[in-house]
């Protein structure tokens, strides 16, 4: 069962971060998140904004809402410029950062995906001085190796890129690939649903995939508005330990979700996890967040009237570039948790949620 749900999880995973869906351009991961969820829930359907809604009915009549909510796009570029003599300039979506650009290969989504490399001056061509700095985007371009006129058929000014990188299997269920921001987190909903299958949950549990997080957590904003619903959980990534975090990081691969706490989180829902992690056996993390989360979750709090929401965070390293790294078991254990959460949610959620 476990190396099934291992197995499934990291192909699914794997099928996703190899996907393009930069914000606001993310149909082809709705419709990979669609196929999925349909196997699993009860309803599936998607809104106007992109949003994929996946629906678990829960065994209590009084139909009390559990919003999941993990983001589908990724950070991306766009085409800015088409030289005559056929590179393209490009500028970016998303908080990409521009040191990790240099040689990568990329996806011109044109008329047709175009592969293509990012390229600069080599050194040797380079002033005094300048070899020592990183390259500036402004200084990079594309090469897709089409001449003027063809390239003009097929590419034009506006049309997004993505990088290029096939999921890499280290050891120790250890993966590195692109866009594991956030669609670890989707899989972890694919996890709790498929747990929830074979538990007993009182509250209908609506799984969200949501679209534009990285340009300001749009689609959490527009979907928890339409759900309005009575307790929501943001499922996305936090940063992990390596050498040169320096102390400022305290959360490490392969040692459980984190479960954050502070004022985008609230207690009762904290307190919760941190129960039912015990009662299962199940190894979190803690982390402290005394201000906005930057997740789907600071959204999500104060749609509408507000709503309880709490955090999971899955531990990556090297977020938001082409190798972010996380541990597939903190994948499964964060679903696992979210699942039996939800399963020993009272029926009373009113009483469960007041301070």
């Not at 929401?309 to 679903?335: A, C, F, K, N, W």
Request: with cysteine; charged share 20%; hydrophobic share 40%.
């Amino acid at each position: 069962m476990i190396n099934t749900q291992m197995q499934r999880s990291r192909e699914f995973l794997s099928l996703l971060s190899i996907a393009s869906g930069v914000s606001g351009y993310e149909t082809s991961i709705a419709t990979l998140v669609k196929e999925r969820f349909t196997t699993i829930a009860d309803e599936v359907r998607c809104d106007t904004f992109g949003n994929v809604y996946a629906l678990k009915k829960g065994n209590n009549k009084s139909y009390k809402k559990i919003m999941l909510a993990a983001h589908i796009d990724e950070i991306g570029l766009i085409v800015k410029k088409i030289d005559p003599r056929g590179f393209l300039s490009f500028t970016s979506i998303g908080g990409v950062d521009q040191r990790t650009l240099l040689s990568q290969e990329v996806l011109v989504h044109g008329r047709e995906a175009v592969p293509g490399i990012i390229g600069s001056l080599p050194p040797h061509m380079l002033q005094d001085g300048d070899s020592e700095q990183a390259v500036k985007m402004e200084d990079m371009v594309i090469d897709v190796g089409l001449s003027p006129a063809k390239l003009n058929e097929v590419i034009q000014v506006g049309d997004i890129i993505t990088l290029k990188r096939e999921m890499l299997p280290l050891l120790n269920n250890v993966i590195a690939g692109k866009s594991l921001d956030d669609r670890a987190g989707v899989v972890v909903m694919m996890v709790c649903l498929d747990e929830l299958s074979r538990l007993q949950h009182a509250h209908d549990v609506i799984a969200v995939a949501t679209t534009q997080e990285e340009v300001g957590v749009r689609g959490a904003l527009t979907s928890a508005y339409t759900l309005n619903p009575d307790l929501a959980v943001a499922i996305d990534v936090t940063h992990a330990t390596t050498p040169d975090t320096k102390g400022q990081v305290t959360i490490e691969l392969g040692k459980g979700p984190a479960i954050a706490l502070g004022p985008n989180i609230h207690p009762a829902i904290y307190r919760h996890f941190s129960e039912v992690a015990q009662e299962h056996r199940l190894p979190i993390q803690i982390e402290p967040i005394p201000g906005s989360s930057g997740t789907d979750a600071w959204a999500i709090q104060v749609s509408q009237a507000g709503v309880p929401t709490g955090l999971i965070s899955i531990p990556l390293r090297y977020m938001h570039t082409s190798v972010e790294t996380l541990d597939m078991q903190d994948v499964l254990d964060s679903g696992k948790l979210l699942a039996h959460f939800i399963a020993s949610l009272p029926n009373d959620l009113e009483e469960f949620l007041c301070y």
